[in-house]
């Protein structure tokens, strides 16, 4: 919402008058209000500049008499978050705060105690460990602790400072930043786009070092990812360049575009046009331009004639990255299966709803004019069929959604497909639940109140449905004693959720009960070494609790265990796939999930066994197979997972040690 | 002109006013607050305003504050009216003073005083336990002339020497006596519902005259008010003049200044609710020297001093004909829920014209509200407004407070 009138700017500096004016004992009560006024104008850019334009006469007034912030040169980089967590007014005096430190550091008004080199290091050290601000990828945590209003705040600020700091000394940390990112195959791209493209225009990226030539892949997977691409530029130049190229020429364009794309998950225009181009005139480069394994190349084979169909239909310089989902798709010869070809012919006939074309054309934020809803909704649909974990929630509270998708998107492909059409065409679904039908246009509520649009077709298009339903399910479920997942898991997500379920929370006690015999469950169904030596076959949906990097209690979560399995350094690990497209944050006690570097597949998150087993509160298995299996796991194990419970999330409980009948 | 005012409890705004007035004052509270009175040159006497003993009496301060040459004592809250009283007594040579402060402290007192000089007020009477309550009720609901089945005549509980609403308590039936009244309300008094619109004023009083009367508009008791009154109130505005001067009269007030809440029925009589004689609650003052242009929290204290000349007095008051340009209004946001984590401003606020600023804060994580509140509690920050139309005004506090600041 932007600010109608400069009203806002008289208030403020009539405020700041009385501010100025006010005798000594009221100058704390004063500016408070004048906090109110910094609270609005943080709203909007205008509001921003302004403010940054008096921060130092404000800070030479006093307002951060009495307050933690008065005296720059000792402010602590690493509590910034905090401050900024925490709300109004701190949040108000914290983005104050550190705009006229940005003046400082620009050299823009001078500080007797500080330079303006400490006040850049200071910004950098902030930028840094504020980057999901800056990027407007909040974790879990600060999505459940901030308002919006005040996450529109804090975004707002960072988009300030990174467009009017100097970044030179974040380099190697954004650099970082990229490959993790990346690293984790998001199917919305644009976040790593924009950081990447930050990164180039800001930086001088042409040096030797690690991180330069880290940075320099994705900056020519995204800007050059061929060597004509980057001698012509201009997207018309390298379709010119295309129809005169010979095979020879393509070829080592397709190699190179190819392994780029593979390389960072990233897909440029230039590859958009080349694929199309080939795919008329040089078939048998397709595998080499989508850089196919063995497997894929044989499904190429196979079913080139529906893959050229959807290429040609699909492909865009826009809507280019489904390129590597179709690579993915044809990888897991996803093609091979019947439902899964009829599906995607079917969906190439539809005819998309108005409002469902709506919500499509709001997710894109640079659509190409002459590419229909519908070729972005079938680039949507491979993107989801190849990257199944790739699906995100965005900014939304949607993680159970989330999750449906990518389940569905792994187990059973052609049932998405089917219900991506129908929600397309009609813009409503139907579940069943218990013996009645769900429909979601008869609903009135989900959990979200306003999509954020920052999300993946496919994702725009299910998600308000699923919502609907899901949360249906839930409101009819409550009130049955025991926590209402257990009955819309199985509903919701189908026969893959084993029905019997487990949770540590007691509804009839309101307390934590029989933990011990509630690990050993867990335990004994996923511990290979007490289930005797088990797989896991499909996702168990399990809830987290959220905690903070103190181990306090934040909320409640919903992500899919996909795997345990011994890492190459003999560690048992839990590998889980987080919706909220975030999967590294720091959940206290030394427990932080990673994503990279510990046999993670590309967007699972993973962390020791017992380590997430000390956060998971509720899960599905099977009652039959794990009976016999619950005395084999040895006290050890439950003591030190329950150690790390009760000192964390467990604070915030009554713990009841009575046995339970599981 | 007073050589020394000794300003009764702790309070910045008003010391900060005083101190722009640059008149004499000291300051007579608590111990704990003399570190900071003397990092910040705040003449001050310490004194345990909680205790009466050998040691902590009024002979005692008075002796105290002769170091100071006080020579007025000014009520700042509820509980210092008995200790200014008393040192007024004093000053002024009349005992009478502090019988009249006692006045102000004892509500069944202070409705008796007012039934004889011939203010309207409801039945009243104390009680001493549920059951004088109920009788008290039974009575009431005779000479309302109840029939069977008909509801109980309404029946307000109030502590005898409590600011404001701490401790009212409304009860609407006998099973509400039961359900609602605790051991520890009683002694108290027992009061039948008032009707009419409900106001307050702030009348400054010297030599026995009203100086200059302040008229507060309730949109919502405890909640939100606005100065000045509405265009409803203002059109009776003589009426509500001559009825507080009344009261003035009866009581024997001759300075400071009171603040009466009155019910005006539609038949343009005024129901006299309480009065209290210190700072009224709900940051009224501040409202009203924004809407008048003027100091009130200094000219309280001032117009407490006998010996202030007609030029002086009118110097610190408006100018009789002054017509304020805008009416200043302002909400109290209080929790709605029991426990709550985050504090939500809603988008309207921000393009609102009449929003000035507000002074809420965020809560602390999971902060939940105790359950024992006192009166309405204390609220979480004010929001304040400022504009031409008192029904705009209205509308605004109205839906501002229906408002779910913190979820």
Known sequence: MGLTTDKVFINFDQSLQEFVDSGALSKKEKATKLASHIDILSLTRSGLAYLYHKSVELEQAGFFQGTSWNDPDKLVPFLVKGTLKYGHPSSSFEALSELRMLRYAKGEDVHELLSAGDAQSFMEEVLVHNLEFALREPTEETRMRMTERELKKAFNLFGFIMSEMDLKGVYEKLVDEVRMLCEQRPIRTQKARELISLVNRRFDTSGNSEKDKAIQVYIHALFSPSKNSEKHQDRDAYQQFLETANETALASEAHEMGEYMNATGLVSGYHALLLLHIVEKNPNLVPICLDLNDRGIAEWEKFHELVSVLILETVSWDNCQCIYGLARMLGKNLFSRRPVRVGLENLRKIKINPQVEKRILKSLTDPDMDVTALQYL???????????????????????SARGISMWSQHSPAKLIDMIITVSTQNNLIMRFENQNLISNNLIKGLVDQLDYNLDVVSVVLVPHLDKIYNEMMRLSTGRLDDPHKWVNPAMYGQWIQVGFASCYDYMSNSIMDYPGYLRIFYGAFHPKYNGNQQMVYPNPVGIFITSNKGDMIGFHAISLLRVEETDAAELRAYFLNPNNEGRQDWGQGIRPSVHGKGEKQGESSLPFHHFAARVYAFHYSTLNVRSKLDEV?????????KLAKESWGKSYLWNQQTKLW | MAKCFALMGWSLPVIESMQKTGRPFVVVSFPDFESYAQENNIPFLPYQLDEWSDTSNSLDLFEKL??????????????????????????????????????????????????????????????????????FMKRLNQANLQLDGEEDSWVHIKPFASAGTVGHRLLRSMSDVDEKCEDSDFPCLAESHLPGREFSCEAFINKGKIRFLNITEYVKLGYSNFIPEGRYLESKRDLIHKEVQKMVDIFGIEYGMVHPEWFLTEKDELNFGETACRIPGGHILELCSKSYEFDALAAFVICHDPNITEEELDEIFPAKDFKPKNYHGNVMIYPQKRQFSKLEIPESLNNEPYFVEHTLIAPYEGQKLSADRNGFGNHFGTINFKGEDPDRMTELLKHYEEEEFYV
Not at chain 1, 378 to 400: A, E
Not at chain 2, 76 to 84: I, S
Not at chain 2, 93 to 119: E, T, Y
């Open chain 2, 66 to 135: 002769k170091a100071f040459d006080a020579d007025v004592a000014v009520p700042l809250y509820e509980e210092t009216v008995e200790w200014a009283g008393a040192l007024n007594s004093i000053y002024r040579g009349d005992p009478r003073v502090l019988n009249r402060a006692f006045l102000f402290r004892n509500k069944a007192m202070m409705k008796r005083k007012a039934l004889i000089g011939g203010l309207r007020v409801g039945l009243f009477e104390e009680v001493f336990n549920k059951e004088g309550v109920k009788a």
């Open chain 1, 378 to 400: 079938i680039g949507g649909t491979i993107k989801v069929l190849g990257q199944p974990l790739g699906v995100g929630q965005g900014n939304n509270p949607t993680c159970q």
């Open chain 1, 634 to 642: 040895p006290q050890e194990e439950i003591n030190q997972v329950e």
